[in-house]
């Protein structure tokens, strides 16, 4: 199970991927969505996700563009990324843990993610937003 929040705190993007985009309006690619969401540990790979909706890879691609404007595999990593920093700040498991339960093969790859998302690091975002309770 992941909570997102509804609203988050001032500091943080108030946009959450979870809770903004209306459903997809495609049944194969709603689909695929919430595999994606509710296995993030799982193989995500695009020919992985391609086999499962029946669909060739190619095909898969465009369906995602069409309807979500972005790949599968940016989705994937958004989706980890998002779950990851749900958990930063929501528990304290360590950074191994979450990489492995968001899907992420290492810390560094956890950590890069960040980067790209957030611009900081996962202990840099879990001491600025982590709870102080």
Do not use: K, W
Request: charged share 20%.
């Amino acid at each position: 199970m992941m909570v997102a929040y509804l609203q988050r705190p001032g500091n943080q993007a108030q946009i959450s991927m979870f809770v903004a985009a209306p459903a997809p309006g495609h049944r194969t690619v709603q689909q695929v969505v919430e595999h994606i969401t509710a296995a993030l540990d799982h193989d995500l790979g695009v020919p992985a996700l391609a086999e499962r909706a029946g669909v060739s890879e190619r095909h898969l691609t465009r369906l995602f563009l069409d309807h979500l404007g972005q790949t599968p595999a940016r989705f994937v990593r958004t989706a980890r990324t998002e779950a990851a920093s749900q958990l930063l700040v929501s528990t304290e498991l360590p950074l191994s843990a979450i990489a492995r339960r968001c899907g992420f093969r290492s810390t560094e790859t956890l950590r890069q993610a960040f980067l790209d998302r957030y611009g900081t690091t996962p202990s840099q975002h879990r001491a600025i937003h982590g709870s102080t309770s």
